[in-house]
């Protein structure tokens, strides 16, 4: 779990931390699943479908900045949770356009 924390760019952490980092990403990512779930009705996977999309596509695109991103002058973090949000929603309108 470290090894994947560390890898996303965050800081190597005691295990009281990772619990509570991994519980604010679930509960998080079960927030954003309920809302996408309501807006894209029958479009969407369910609630906990959604939300391992976007939880999948938050930390691909949080690992694909951390590795191949453009400096800027934006705080490194905020930006780094902008993207993975923006690719964990991104996923899953992706998944929801292309469903079979």
């Known amino acids: 779990m470290r ?3 560390t890898m996303v ?3 190597d952490l005691p295990f ?3 619990i509570l980092v991994t519980t604010m990403i679930v509960l998080a ?3 954003f699943g309920w809302v996408a779930d309501m807006l894209l009705g029958d479009g969407g ?3 906990m479908f959604n939300a391992a999309w976007i939880v999948i596509g938050g930390f691909a695109g949080a690992w694909a900045w951390h590795r191949f991103g453009i400096p800027t002058r934006i705080d490194p973090n905020a930006l780094r949770a ?3 949000l923006a ?3 991104g996923l899953l309108v992706l998944a929801a356009i292309f469903r079979p």
């Open 3 to 5: 090894s994947l924390l």
């Open 9 to 11: 760019g965050l800081p």
């Open 16 to 18: 009281l931390s990772i």
């Open 29 to 31: 990512a079960l927030l």
């Open 45 to 47: 996977f369910g609630i």
């Open 82 to 84: 902008a993207i993975a």
């Open 87 to 89: 690719s964990g929603l």
